[in-house]
């Protein structure tokens, strides 16, 4: 049995900052969001101190050294782009105020899988500067996904891919990074090599940077990870994944400025980091990647696609009870209010079902439901929605100016209804009368244009299931 080894002279190891906390990355990526967000905009040296004061109030942080902090920080930077420049001063980056503002966790590893390519800003300029002299040019996210939906064409079956034959046949090659080889031609090398029963190189080390991104690509949802340990395409998300297979014209193509490989100088690749922070937070309109809640609530795990039997989705669209377009937030205000006409229901009180109503947003009344108790009490619901491939704490909710005043008008009468909504699970946390529960010392809330609101589910609240 014989290891495969990439032929010395196309051999280019591709690599990328690899996050120290990487095995908690979801929560820590909505938390930093949020923390960076409401810091805002500050000359550097301040905003650089708040930021790692952030850092080290993440859970397990708080007695780890300097050095840790700042390690953390730049990866952040590098990795997500979540801080930007504006003159003198630093500031959130767009993709850091969407993921506070629509905690959708599944859009936002979808736009950071759309964007990332090698070279990119997320190097240092002296290991761009070797990507560039080597004429790399690979975007990972459209090449696996181009190649699987070949194979599967190709071959009339589910195609998946170890993270050692990704690493081996795909990321470490220059005949697919700098000369672009055919899908086709990668897929036959994989097949072959199985059929010649090929060994890989598996060390960690080795296989890390091909498995990151696999892995950030079925946090996107894009990919799903079976036993065999293969990942394969998630075809509830085929429309998404169409528009990576066939993406914009709108690329990072400045390197395509610069001068010949032989004569970039470092300066050079220096000028484009600020260039990169703007590509990788380009404006997208909202719906571009709006996460399909049909597809994060699928059950992929057979050879063939079916919805989980304790959830008809389908019946639940049919009846008009789920809305399918719009952000997670709408998804999630749908679910909601079908989980209210239910409840009344149940309660003896099906009469009143018709008066449990989405409130148009252009109204701007501080909620987004007004139902009904079965004695006819009014409740005023407000629907803060969380997204992830997997769950995440879910402790932390924001409430703007105009939401934080109709919770003390409405004191009793106003809810708040925390959703997380995952991969085959849904979680649902609601809160009577957040304001009263802050007076009262039950939840911690801190001012940012309206409020940051931090809840222990042991001091107030409480866990319900979610109707559907």
Known sequence: MSEYNVPDKYFFRLHHPRPRFKNDIENVLVFIANEVTRIGQKPVNEFIREFNAAI?????????KEKTINNWRTEIDALFCFVEADGYELKPSRRAVELASNQDLVKFFKLFCYHFQYPGGFLKPHMNLEFLQNRIDFRPALYILQMMDYAEKQDGVRAGIKKAEATHCIFNDLRVTRDGRSVEDTWALIVNNR????????????????????????????????PDGRYYINHVEDIAIQRFINPTDDLFDYYTDLPAPENILLRDVKKLEAKWIDYFNTEREDSFFDTDIIALMTDTSEEYYKVKDLIDLD???????????????SVGESLILNHEKKRISIEGRPDLEYLIRLIPAMYAVGYDINSREVDERHKHIEVKTTASSTPVNFLKFHLTPNEWTAAESHEDRYFVYRLMVTKQATKLFVIQDPVGEYKRGNLSASPRNGMDINFNPNKCGEEIELIL
């Open 315 to 329: 019946k639940l669209i049919a009846e008009g009870a789920l809305s399918t377009t719009g952000g997670i937030g």
């Open 56 to 64: 080290r109030r993440f859970p397990g942080n708080l007695h780890k």
């Open 195 to 226: 059929k010649d029963d090929v060994e890989y190189d598996w060390t960690g080390d080795v296989v890390r940077y091909a498995g990151d991104i696999l892995d950030y690509m079925t946090q996107a949802n894009l990919l799903v990870r079976r």
